[in-house]
C-alpha cells in the first residue's frame, strides 16, 4: 500500500526556477528519504530525514518535515535539465522483527525546459 | 566501493514460465530488500533478508520467494509468471540498522508475454 503522495504528480518548469514537490503519509515514521529516478532506472537516493529533525539541506536540496501534519517537501533551487526525473519520497517505519520497510509514494515526474 | 548490481539487466518470458533474478549488495551490507515497480500500482515492497533470514514480507502471493546466501547476495523467484508480473524490479542494500539508508540496483526489466 501506498504511505506517502506526492504533489503534483507533474511539474514542469523553466531551467534557474525552483521546483518544489511535497509529500503526505499517514503513519508515524522514523524518518523519511527522497530518491530521484531517471526515466525506468535505479533509485538514487537524495537525502534523509529523522523524525526529530525539520529541515535538512544537501546542495540544491532543501528538504522539510513536519510530523504534526503528516507531510514532507523537497525543494530543489536554481534547476538543470539534468534534474529532469521521477522524484519519490519513502516512508521508513518500523514493521516489526527488527525491520524498517521503506514505502514508497507514486512520484512526481518533474521536466526542466533549457 | 562497488554499487548495488543486478543481473539480468532484461528479461522476456512466457506466461507460465519462472524466473530467478539476482542481486548484489554493496560490500558489507548485510539487508538486501526487493521492490516491484508497475505503473499502474508504483513502487510496492516484496520481502527484505537480512544474515540469510526473512526478516520482513510484503502483500504478495506466494509465487514470489526468495533468499539470502551467506555472502549477502540474493535471489528473487517468480514462479508461474503472468501477465501482471510485467515490471521493473529493483533491489536495495543497506547496512540493516533501523533508519539506515537504502542504496538501489539499476533493476531487472521483466516482461512476461
Known amino acids: 500500500s501506498q504511505q506517502g503522495e506526492e504533489d503534483p504528480q507533474a511539474l514542469s518548469i523553466q531551467e534557474g526556477e525552483n521546483a518544489t514537490m511535497n509529500c503526505s503519509y499517514k503513519?508515524?515514521?522514523?524518518?523519511l528519504q527522497w530518491y530521484r529516478q531517471n526515466s525506468g532506472r535505479g533509485l538514487v537516493h537524495l537525502i534523509l530525514i529523522r523524525s526529530n529533525e525539520r529541515e535538512k539541506h544537501s546542495g540544491r536540496l532543501r528538504v522539510t518535515l513536519d510530523t504534526s501534519k503528516k507531510s514532507s517537501s523537497l525543494l530543489i533551487t536554481a534547476s538543470r535539465a539534468a534534474d529532469t526525473a521521477s522524484y519519490f519520497c519513502?516512508?521508513?517505519?518500523?514493521?516489526?522483527?527488527?525491520?524498517?520497510?521503506?514505502?514508497f509514494g507514486k512520484g512526481t515526474k518533474l521536466s526542466v525546459i533549457p | 566501493k562497488a554499487g548495488v548490481t543486478q543481473t539480468p539487466r532484461y528479461l522476456i518470458k512466457t506466461r507460465g514460465q519462472q524466473v530467478t533474478l539476482s542481486c548484489s549488495p554493496i560490500s558489507g551490507h548485510r539487508s538486501v530488500s526487493w521492490y516491484q515497480q508497475t505503473p499502474g500500482q508504483g513502487l510496492q515492497f516484496l520481502f527484505e533478508y537480512f544474515s540469510e533470514t526473512q526478516r520482513n514480507k510484503g502483500n504478495f502471493p506466494g509465487r514470489f520467494s526468495g533468499r539470502q546466501f551467506s555472502n549477502s547476495r540474493s535471489e528473487m523467484n517468480v514462479s508461474t509468471l503472468e501477465l501482471g508480473d510485467s515490471a521493473l524490479y529493483l533491489c536495495?542494500?543497506?547496512?540493516?540498522?533501523?533508519?539506515?539508508?537504502?542504496?538501489f540496483g539499476p533493476g531487472t526489466r521483466l516482461t512476461v508475454l
Open positions: 536495495a542494500s543497506s547496512a540493516g540498522t533501523p533508519g539506515d539508508t537504502q542504496y
Open positions: 503513519t508515524s515514521i522514523n524518518n
Open positions: 519513502a516512508t521508513d517505519a518500523y514493521s516489526g522483527a527488527g525491520s524498517y520497510q521503506l514505502t
